[in-house]
């Protein structure tokens, strides 16, 4: 009885062990899988470093860039591009004024009533219209047709509000938000149709938010576009512009649109993700600066660390979530919105992950680690786009106080991204700062220009009128 009772221990005694070694096993192997994945994210983290140096390495590369685009048209991967914008708004203008936004997959037709100085803006009103598919794919002809005959339509049901000077024709601004070569303020030749249009076959967005920053703000200098995309455009003197051939303008200046999305250097700290997003993209090799700084592509590369993680440390368990293989499927807004979650239990992460990725349950501790990727990715786009401006405020010798002097230098920002992004901005704002200095920072300001890019078309019609003269 005693030997059987002693067999019996033994075996449970084994049986217990094994259990125990089983559990050991699961929680090592969980522990081994933890440890790649943080080891994923470190070196992730270590090679999306913008230490000042190198910021400042990336401003001085912009404006020798900067510096070749000016010199010759194709010295440099920015285009600087020549806008014949040569007068911007002052806020004296005055009458009746129309824009057209062409952007993507909508447009906007817009009409602003001018006061002059005294009165501003006094009335605006504006419709938006969706481009049918069939004409984004179609000729050029027959998009432009649609277009003007939906301004047509927009004119036809003016109310009394609007006001046109008698004898006078009506003035349109074109915002135009695709590169393109201009000829003249009102000519241009596209240069390649983007964001989804494919056709074989004229004020730049940024140039509409600079021209509407001057409008109410006689110090702004420059604009910058964060959103889907990014661009840049500022005021430049007409005698740097070695490429310019022809009379200098009576104004002695000229805006240029830099495409500043194409700027690319060995200084930008580009990863495995970054690198692999740009060769499976519509344009590789083109876009670099905006692939790593803009909303279209931050949470593409969160998405794309995750999915490492999830490939190699099993980092939301055993099966790699199917979502999560889809490119683009982790769009920016959503990214913010994991960042920006504030709760204890970081609910809002948990939600995302649930609706938009189909990840359910997950610890913690999980969630922290997704939050701190998306600050890594947020944190390396925003201090590279303090960089670019920095880059600006050197070609224009605003990064620097001259004796006896104290200009005020307007930055207007505007896009989504910028926006809404409120981590974004914060520490784009605070690298801007940071790099510099108290001094010159007092007299740099960046501001949001809301909807400069519209409205700002309007204004340029304004300021380029073919009836200033006979009112001066």
């Known amino acids: 009885m005693g030997k059987v009772a002693v067999g019996v221990a033994v075996v449970c005694g084994v049986a217990v062990a094994a259990a125990a070694a089983v559990v050991v096993h699961r929680k090592m192997k969980k522990s081994g899988r933890w440890v790649k994945a943080m080891e994923i994210v470190k070196e992730f983290e270590e090679k999306c470093g913008t230490p000042i140096g190198k910021l400042r390495q990336v401003a001085d590369a912009m404006t020798v860039e900067m510096h070749a685009g000016l010199a010759s048209e194709g010295g440099s991967k920015l285009k600087m591009l020549i806008t014949y914008v040569d007068n911007l708004p002052t806020g004296n203008e005055k009458g009746l004024f129309y824009a057209l936004d062409l952007g993507g997959t909508n447009f906007r037709v817009l009409r602003v009533q001018?006061?002059?100085?005294?009165?501003?803006?006094?009335?605006?009103?504006?419709?938006?219209?969706?481009?049918?598919?069939?004409?984004?794919?179609?000729?050029?002809?027959?998009?432009?047709?649609?277009?003007?005959?939906?301004?047509?339509?927009?004119?036809?049901?003016?109310?009394?509000?609007?006001?046109?000077?008698?004898g006078r024709q009506r003035e349109l601004g074109f915002t135009f938000s695709f590169p393109v070569m201009q000829t003249s303020i009102a000519s241009g030749t596209l240069l390649r149709w983007t964001k989804g249009f494919s056709i074989d076959e004229t004020v730049n967005d940024t140039v509409g938010t600079l021209a509407g920053g001057r409008y109410t703000n006689n110090d702004v200098a420059a604009a910058v576009i964060l959103g889907t995309g990014s661009n840049a455009a500022y005021v430049e003197r007409a005698h740097a512009i070695p490429k310019w051939h022809g009379l200098l303008p009576k104004s002695g200046e000229m805006v240029i649109n830099m495409e500043w999305g194409n700027f690319r250097s060995s200084h930008l700290p580009l990863t495995e993700y970054d690198h692999a997003l740009d060769a499976e993209s519509l344009n590789p090799g083109e876009q670099i600066y905006e692939k790593v700084i803009s909303g279209m592509y931050l949470g593409e590369i969160v998405r794309r660390v995750l999915c490492r993680m999830s490939e190699e440390a099993a980092f939301f368990g055993d099966t790699v979530p199917p979502k999560l293989k889809v490119p683009f499927v982790l769009r920016t807004p959503v990214m913010s919105a994991m960042h920006q979650d504030t709760s204890p239990d970081l609910k809002v992460v948990a939600n995302k992950l649930k609706d938009i990725l189909e990840i359910s349950n997950t610890s913690l501790k999980t969630r922290k680690v997704i939050v701190e990727l998306c600050n890594i990715v947020a944190t390396r786009g925003a201090r590279l786009s303090a960089a670019g401006i920095l880059g600006i405020l050197k070609k224009m010798g605003r990064d620097t106080l001259k004796e006896g002097e104290r200009q005020r230098t307007v930055i207007a920002m505007d896009g989504g991204l910028y926006e809404h992004y409120s981590e974004y901005r914060k520490c784009l704002e605070n690298t801007l700062n940071e790099m510099l200095g108290d001094e010159v920072a007092g007299t740099i300001v960046v501001e949001h220009s809301n909807d400069g890019s519209g409205i700002g078309a309007a204004l340029l019609a304004a300021s380029h009128s073919q009836y200033l003269e006979v009112e001066e």
């Open 114 to 166: 001018l006061g002059g100085k005294e009165r501003g803006i006094i009335n605006q009103q504006f419709e938006e219209v969706s481009i049918p598919p069939s004409l984004m794919t179609g000729t050029s002809d027959a998009l432009f047709d649609y277009i003007a005959a939906e301004l047509a339509k927009f004119v036809a049901e003016e109310g009394p509000d609007f006001q046109l000077a008698p």
